[in-house]
């Protein structure tokens, strides 16, 4: 069962959230702003679960009756707002399941909660009539807005909410987490880590793959065969990691990897800092092959087709452009 001791690397929110609750001064809006896999689902849960156990304490008791509705999303004082449209949320849902809710007293807590993931995708109607929840709702109310990008959010709506910011989780955490907690072999926690840039759930993600050798596999034969290999066979041995549920930004981000090796390398001639120590004979030989310009201008590459992709630009012409870099750099 989630429990506040089990959130990585975000110590002073857990001691904000504690202390709130201690102190009996639980806002009525929050924001819980950072990147998809940070952990705000993770955090807005146990906040949530924390605000309707029947144990008040530290943490979650986990043996409430309250307690075990909210771990299976059943508890009926904390609200989970769903919306249709993949790609906003309209104030029709809003009006719904929050404006002419809020009014109705907990069932049986002294709290309620409404959790809004993907925040940021608030129509700015939605947003006015969320506002006008916040600034009268009754006093046992608190809603959580979950956002990948806080500024999505309209100024006056922020101004209403205490934002919570998550900050990325030190590596050293994030090791310590994955061979402890997961019993992630040394190796695969270093690629995970940097892999993940702080971000918790993607080094979980990374770590416990199944499919992390294809992937590997891949982001290796590229990186050595970059002036052998044809574009349509890089864009093939892309497409063929589809089977094992990898999509191309965990594969781009790999590949950011193994040339950032590359560029420490070629720059130190070390080896301890290196996150593919064991592919020193493949790495060295790109170090030598390439100049420090090209390294920079594969990972700018690399960079600019990720942007693309969250653009929507097609699949094939963001390879294609960014293969032709390696190719030519590589």
């Not at 705000?40 to 043996?63: H, P, S, T, W, Y």
């Not at 909210?70 to 993949?86: F, L, N, Q, R, S």
């Not at 970059?226 to 094992?244: C, F, G, K, N, P």
């Not at 590949?255 to 004979?281: C, H, N, P, Q």
């Amino acid at each position: 069962m989630p429990r506040l001791k089990d959130i990585i690397g975000q110590d002073l929110i857990k001691k904000q959230i504690l202390e709130s609750i201690e102190n009996d001064r639980v806002a009525g809006g929050y924001i819980l702003t950072g990147e998809k896999g940070s952990g705000k689902e993770f955090i807005a849960g146990v906040f949530a679960q924390l605000l309707v156990c029947e144990n008040r304490g530290k943490d979650v008791c986990g043996e409430c009756h309250s307690c075990k509705q909210a771990e299976a999303h059943t508890h009926p004082d904390i609200k989970y707002v769903i919306h249709e449209k993949p790609t906003s949320i309209g104030i029709d849902e809003v009006r719904d399941q929050i404006c002419n809710d809020i009014y109705t007293k907990p069932y049986q807590a002294d709290r309620k909660i409404y959790i809004v993931s993907d925040a940021d995708k608030l129509t700015a109607q939605a947003q006015n009539a969320l506002l006008k929840s916040l600034e009268e709702a009754p006093a046992y109310v608190t809603i959580l807005l979950l956002a990948a990008n806080e500024n999505m959010l309209l100024p006056t709506v922020r101004s209403r909410c205490i934002t919570w910011d998550l900050k990325p989780v030190p590596d050293e955490v994030l090791k310590k987490y994955l061979m402890s907690e997961l019993r992630v072999p040394d190796y695969r926690a270093d690629v995970a880590i940097a892999f993940a840039q702080g971000n918790l759930g993607k080094a979980r993600d990374m770590a416990a793959s199944d499919d992390f050798s294809a992937m590997q596999a891949a982001a290796q034969s590229v990186v050595k065969n970059a002036r052998d290999d044809s574009i349509a066979d890089m864009i093939a041995l892309v497409r063929s990691l589809s089977e094992y549920k990898v999509d191309a930004g965990e594969f781009l981000d790999m590949i950011t990897v193994w040339y950032r090796d590359v560029l420490m390398f070629k720059a130190t001639g070390e080896t301890d800092s290196l996150i593919y120590k064991d592919e020193l004979s493949i790495i060295r030989k790109v170090a030598r092959r390439s100049s420090y310009e090209g390294i920079e201008e594969v990972l700018s590459a690399i960079t600019r087709a990720k942007e693309r992709l969250r653009a929507n630009v097609s699949f094939e012409i963001a390879m294609e452009l960014l293969f032709a870099v390696i190719q030519e750099n590589g």
